[in-house]
């Protein structure tokens, strides 16, 4: 016959179990310091590439379950750098980016479908250039981990390819053009958990 405390750690311990089982989504602010949009284009008969920047959000992620995870992502256009500020100028104006006018760039997750515990398809609604168009993409979970000031993080990689023109991008359709239609897109993103009450905000 077992012990009292013996029964008693055992079903602390299960309880323990059952309630990793079925763990709450976790959610994650967008690190603005250490989150990146990086861009690749055709220029002439090669490729130019750069950033944005400023990448702002939210991730929630279920660690058991990737399909309830979800993201809001918002980007900031005039944060364009492509290592050149003459061309970071002429980027913005009115014949390229129209960054003045449309100043963000967004992306409202409205499913996951997870391949696996770290890697799945992203779709959502996606705004660029004031269009709005639904996108899938590739993604992976990077890992989870503490970080140097006392927080928690994870990191996510995603790729995805748009075309210039399907968002009114008139530069990119016209013959002879130096810059291509295709933008190849890399996000890399870095999180860090928010505690309950921030994350309710």
């Known amino acids: 016959m077992k012990k009292p405390y013996t029964k008693i750690a055992s079903l602390v311990a299960s309880l323990m ?4 089982a079925f763990a709450s989504p976790e959610t994650y602010k967008i690190d603005n310091a250490h989150s990146f949009a990086n ?5 002439v008969a090669a490729k130019a590439s750069g950033t944005f920047s400023d990448v702002s959000g939210k991730l929630i992620i279920d660690q058991d379950d990737l399909a309830n995870s979800s993201v ?4 900031n256009v005039l944060s364009v750098n492509s290592s050149h500020a003459k061309r970071d100028e002429h980027i913005k104006k009115a014949d390229y980016l129209d960054a003045a006018k449309f100043s963000e760039i967004t992306f409202t997750s409205t ?9 799945g398809v992203l779709t959502g609604n996606f705004t660029l250039h004031g269009v709005t168009k639904e996108i899938s993409f590739p993604f992976k979970l990077l890992g989870f981990g503490s970080d140097p000031w006392g927080g928690y993080r994870t990191g996510v ?7 210039a023109s399907d968002y009114g991008y008139t530069w990119a359709a016209k013959a002879g053009s130096p810059v291509g239609d295709d933008i190849e897109v890399t996000l ?4 860090v958990k928010l505690v309950p009450e921030k994350a309710a905000k």
């Open 17 to 20: 179990l059952s309630s990793l």
């Open 39 to 43: 861009w690749t284009i055709r220029h």
């Open 72 to 75: 809001e992502a918002k980007i």
């Open 111 to 119: 499913k996951v479908v997870a391949k696996n515990a770290t890697e």
């Open 157 to 163: 990689e995603a790729h995805t390819l748009i075309k």
């Open 188 to 191: 890399l993103i870095e999180g």
